[in-house]
């Protein structure tokens, strides 16, 4: 249900400086206040405000900037504890976090070395005989592209 409410526009009879200075109240802004403009202030109040700024800027630390991609990080310490030992025999590894634990499962048949890097025991398949009479066929193109 609705209200009966007027919708005539209601006219202000503030000022226009009045209604600025109203709005800056409601948004919680300081009152502008003549003293603090530019072109009213002499050369001994824009010494001052100088002076002011310069003892306070001594006084914070300076922004640090850094690439928000790259930050900054601590510097690499080396750190013998936590390591990885590996049994070779069963192909498994353990993470050890102090030297106690380290005789334990080096007495267990773990090592410190890492396992051997094994090659690749198979070879692609060959291809069928009519994909590899194309592939030639492709390969002479390109050698004879290249001589040109």
Same mark, same amino acid.
């Given at each position: 249900?609705?209200?009966? /409410? $007027? &919708?005539? #526009?209601? *006219? $202000?009879?503030? &000022?226009?400086? +009045?209604?600025?200075e109203a709005e800056r109240a409601i948004y919680g802004l300081p009152q502008q206040k003549e003293s603090f403009m530019a072109n009213n %202030? *002499?050369?001994? !109040?824009? /010494?001052? %405000?100088?002076?002011?700024?310069? @003892?306070? !800027?001594?006084?914070?630390?300076? #922004?640090?900037?850094?690439?928000?991609?790259?930050?900054?990080?601590?510097?690499?310490?080396?750190?013998?504890?936590?390591?990885?030992?590996?049994?070779?025999?069963?192909?498994? %590894? *353990?993470?050890?976090? $102090? &030297?106690? /634990?380290? !005789? +334990?499962?080096?007495? &267990?048949?773990?090592?410190?070395?890492?396992?051997?890097?094994?090659?690749? !025991?198979? @070879?692609?398949?060959?291809?069928?005989?009519?994909?590899?009479? /194309? @592939?030639?066929?492709?390969?002479? +193109?390109?050698?004879?592209?290249?001589?040109?």
């Amino acid at each position: 249900m609705p209200l009966n /409410e $007027s &919708t005539a #526009i209601r *006219t $202000s009879n503030l &000022t226009p400086e +009045q209604r600025r200075e109203a709005e800056r109240a409601i948004y919680g802004l300081p009152q502008q206040k003549e003293s603090f403009m530019a072109n009213n %202030m *002499t050369i001994e !109040d824009i /010494e001052r %405000m100088r002076e002011l700024v310069r @003892a306070f !800027d001594g006084q914070g630390s300076k #922004i640090k900037e850094f690439d928000l991609n790259n930050p900054p990080q601590a510097p690499y310490r080396y750190q013998e504890f936590p390591r990885v030992v590996y049994h070779h025999a069963e192909r498994t %590894m *353990t993470k050890v976090h $102090s &030297t106690d /634990e380290l !005789d +334990q499962h080096l007495a &267990t048949g773990y090592s410190v070395e890492p396992y051997a890097a094994v090659a690749a !025991d198979h @070879a692609p398949p060959p291809l069928e005989p009519a994909i590899a009479r /194309e @592939a030639a066929a492709i390969d002479a +193109q390109l050698v004879k592209r290249a001589r040109k």
